[in-house]
């Protein structure tokens, strides 16, 4: 049987990021990474350079997934923000990840960066303010979608139900319109 690079390294990917959303980055082992992709410890290294840059390539495959599934709508910015939880609470690790990275690496990378001011310079452009005020909405609205996921499971899951899920999604979204009504 041939050897499949491509597949090796998506098996390695999907493993890292489970361990990555465990563990974190200084907690990862690249041993259990490989074992659970069933690939040589060395594709690793030949993939992506180093469990750091592996780590790099397991957030930047994620997020663009996230960029897939949920595109940015800068005219609908509450509509937005329910489809980004929607995915969240589908991707629960997703945000774990992302809190790893902000423990362990508070620089933004030059993807994230890019992608950031690309959405605040959309948002921006929508409603006719600078930016800079762009950006500052962004961010506020991207941690209210985030909350939920974010809240230690004993707080947000008074009733663990869908019911309560949904009834979350509906509050965000009142608040996320209300926020921009009055910010906009």
Do not use: C
Not at 30 to 39: E, G, K, M, N
Not at 150 to 171: C, F, L, M, S, Y
């Amino acid at each position: 049987m041939a050897y499949d690079s491509a597949a090796t390294r998506t098996r390695l990917l999907d493993a890292a990021y489970d361990e990555f959303v465990e563990r974190g980055l200084a907690g990862a082992r690249v041993d259990r990474i490989s074992a659970a992709a069933a690939a040589n410890k060395q594709a690793i290294y030949a993939y992506f350079g180093s469990k750091d840059g592996l780590f790099d390539a397991v957030l930047d495959a994620r997020l663009k997934v996230l960029a897939e599934l949920v595109p940015f709508t800068p005219g609908d910015l509450p509509g937005y923000i329910g489809a980004l939880y929607d995915q969240i609470v589908a991707d629960r690790g997703l945000v774990r990840l992302t809190q790893w990275k902000a423990l362990e690496r508070p620089n933004a990378s030059p993807g994230e960066l890019a992608a950031h001011l690309a959405k605040a310079g959309e948002l921006a452009e929508a409603r006719d303010v600078d930016a800079e005020y762009a950006m500052d909405v962004l961010m506020l609205t991207l941690s209210m979608a985030q909350a939920w996921s974010a809240t230690a499971p004993e707080i947000r899951d008074v009733k663990a139900d869908p019911e309560r899920v949904n009834r979350h999604r509906d509050t965000l979204i009142r608040a996320v319109t209300a926020l921009a009504e009055k910010l906009f």
